[in-house]
């Protein structure tokens, strides 16, 4: 696919498949090298710390070379909603969402005004005609509370370019920022932006060419030998599906197969490197930051699990499309440097982990969904409907309560809730108000630790739940829906960290670090001053030896 792009964008620079050991030697970096000319910022949804490691073995691509560099195999996100909004709004600005105020990929404000109190992260719920879902609301970045580094490199030099691109706009919204000069993700039409905002004419050459592959049908990919061992049909719901053993096979204009695959990727990474070329980042005075949010893992993972031949077949694809990037990258002669991480882990579906040594893994109880649950203690206790609004663990009081009717509403629901076999703890508001921010190493955080890090007084819910590990929170498998993430277990938490930059002695740090710790680390790369007060990360020294990357 990246080829396929870069044909039609006239990319200059290496051709697909170039072997990754035929750049120029270069100097060893060292505490005095200067600053690199691009940061590249990768995203891979869903791409856990125990996926990473199940395939790094058979990586030759890029990801091949990013373990080459500065390994933190053992990185967090370190808070307990582990969902794709959260954890991109960490990566580029220091921050846990308990300060971001991305708490959920969607929560609830009961005033606004409109019939949908439902707020998506990444919309401006103000405009006239919108609502949460359905592709009727108005993309922003308005609720992110805190800079990013690209906004902080702008506000050093104005002459820095800050460019992002994903297949999901909330990876694209919450990594890019408020100062970004172009901000795009995958749409079915090709590219798309903000409301009102016109693509650059490189950006719309993108979307076309990417339009013209989505309308294209594609056949089923040949599985690779050491796929075979994943190629076994797992039945799932009750219509007799099966998942376990696609190809990736699609009619032409499925956009939804389109994005869970490399093709989607691929279109990402053309689509950074055409803009790259288009306006000379990595050329000027100043150091750039281009950000990419590869999605696809994610639509795997939540479509087909995470131990299939689709997963085998979308990690041997995201690494050789990976590999052509940088192959690209490199005949620029731009000395950049890569981190690559992810908004979160992810966890197989339970029907395959029943067969395969996790007996105990379940399907949650539908009763404990938010309506049915507050709709039966309305009933009991006489009190207004509807009582309850959720959306994944936050819970939320309707507002026309009086005291006494909240005092009796949490009575009878936290007793209810906290006696269920599949709910590990819940947690009020009133509590985790109360509980400080952890500074301790993310390894070793309690439950309330990972709970109040995703914590905002004014967007989480009035009680936060958690369910017991391995209890995947979709009551009935659908079409492109059978597992997922969202755990305060440490599956979806842990994700890689890696470093790559020409010259960078490699080594392999498995203590738990964090995601927040990303941007003070960048930033110290590039001599880029930051109040350290606040920030939740710290900077993670890159230099193997008695040197330090930390200014």
């Known amino acids: 696919?990246?080829?396929?792009?870069?044909?039609?964008?006239?990319?200059?620079?290496?051709?697909?498949?170039?072997?990754?050991?035929?750049?120029?030697?270069?100097?060893?970096v060292t505490a005095t090298t200067p600053a690199p000319k691009?940061?590249?910022?990768?995203?891979v949804d869903q791409l856990s710390a125990d996926l990473f490691a199940e395939y790094r073995g058979k990586f030759t691509g890029g990801f091949a070379r990013l373990a080459a560099?500065?390994?933190?195999?053992?990185?967090?996100?370190?808070?307990?909603?582990?969902?794709t909004c959260p954890g991109h709004s960490t990566i580029l600005t220091g921050n846990h969402p308990a300060n971001t105020g991305i708490v959920a990929n969607n929560y609830f404000d009961l005033s606004v005004p409109r019939d949908d109190k439902r707020v998506y992260c990444a919309e401006d719920e103000s405009v006239a005609g919108t609502a949460s879902g359905g592709g009727k609301y108005a993309p922003s970045v308005k609720h992110l509370l805190v800079p990013t580094l690209g906004d902080l490199m702008k506000a050093r030099d104005p002459r820095t370019q800050v460019v992002s691109v994903a297949g999901k706009d909330r990876a694209a919204i919450m990594m890019g920022g408020h100062q970004a000069?172009?901000?795009?993700?995958?749409?079915?039409?090709?590219?798309?932006?903000?409301?009102g905002t016109a693509l650059s004419p490189v950006a719309a050459q993108a979307g076309t060419a990417i339009a013209a592959a989505?309308?294209?049908?594609?056949?089923?990919?040949?599985?690779?030998?050491d796929?075979?061992?994943?190629?076994?049909?797992?039945?799932?719901?009750?219509?007799?599906?099966?998942?376990?053993t696609g190809r990736m096979a699609r009619e032409g204009g499925n956009f939804r197969a389109f994005m869970a695959s490399p093709e989607a990727d691929g279109a990402v990474l053309a689509t950074g490197a055409a803009l790259r070329q288009a306006r000379k980042m990595g050329e000027g005075a100043?150091?750039?930051?281009?950000?990419?949010?590869?999605?696809?893992?994610?639509?795997?993972?939540?479509g087909t699990g995470t131990e299939g031949s689709e997963m085998c077949l979308q990690m041997a694809g995201l690494d050789r499309e990976l590999g052509d990037f940088f192959a690209r990258l490199d005949a620029t002669g731009i000395d950049y440097a890569v981190v690559l991480t992810a908004d979160h882990g992810g966890h197989d579906l339970p029907e395959r982990n029943r067969q395969n040594a996790w007996p105990a893994a379940a399907r949650v109880d539908s009763a404990l969904d938010p309506e049915a649950m507050g709709k039966a203690v309305a009933e009991q206790l006489g009190l207004p409907q509807p009582l309850l609004y959720g959306d994944g663990g936050d819970y939320y009081l309707s507002k026309t309560l009086t005291a006494p009717q909240r005092k009796a509403a949490l009575a009878a629901i936290l007793p209810r809730l906290r006696a269920h076999p599949q709910v590990e703890a819940v947690a009020t508001a009133e509590e985790l108000a109360a509980h400080p921010i952890s500074k301790r190493a993310p390894d070793v955080w309690t439950m309330m630790d990972k709970l109040r890090a995703s914590f905002h007084p004014q967007r989480s819910g009035d009680f936060i739940i958690a369910l017991q590990p391995r209890v995947t929170p979709i009551p009935e498998p659908g079409v492109g829906y059978v597992a997922t993430h969202g755990s305060v277990w440490d599956y979806d938490r842990r994700v890689?960290?890696?470093?790559?930059?020409?010259?960078?002695?490699?080594?392999?740090?498995?203590?738990?670090?964090?995601?927040?710790?990303?941007?003070?680390?960048?930033?110290?790369?590039?001599?880029?001053?930051?109040?350290?007060?606040?920030?939740?990360?710290?900077?993670?020294?890159?230099?193997?030896g008695p040197e330090s990357s930390c200014r």
């Open 227 to 244: 796929c075979a061992a994943h190629d076994i049909a797992i039945p799932v719901g009750s219509k007799g599906a099966t998942v376990g």
């Open 38 to 43: 691009l940061i590249v910022m990768i995203a």
């Open 1 to 28: 696919m990246t080829t396929a792009i870069a044909a039609v964008l006239c990319l200059t620079g290496a051709a697909a498949g170039l072997a990754q050991d035929t750049a120029p030697a270069v100097q060893k």
């Open 496 to 544: 890689p960290m890696l470093f790559w930059r020409k010259g960078l002695a490699g080594f392999e740090q498995p203590n738990a670090v964090m995601t927040v710790d990303i941007l003070p680390t960048l930033a110290s790369l590039i001599g880029l001053p930051i109040d350290t007060t606040k920030i939740d990360g710290r900077c993670l020294d890159l230099l193997s």
């Open 286 to 302: 100043a150091t750039d930051l281009l950000i990419l949010g590869l999605s696809a893992t994610d639509y795997v993972g939540h």
């Open 181 to 195: 000069d172009e901000v795009m993700w995958l749409a079915p039409t090709g590219l798309t932006s903000y409301r």
């Open 214 to 225: 989505i309308a294209q049908p594609r056949p089923g990919l040949t599985l690779p030998a």
């Open 69 to 83: 560099g500065a390994v933190f195999p053992s990185g967090y996100q370190a808070h307990g909603a582990t969902e």
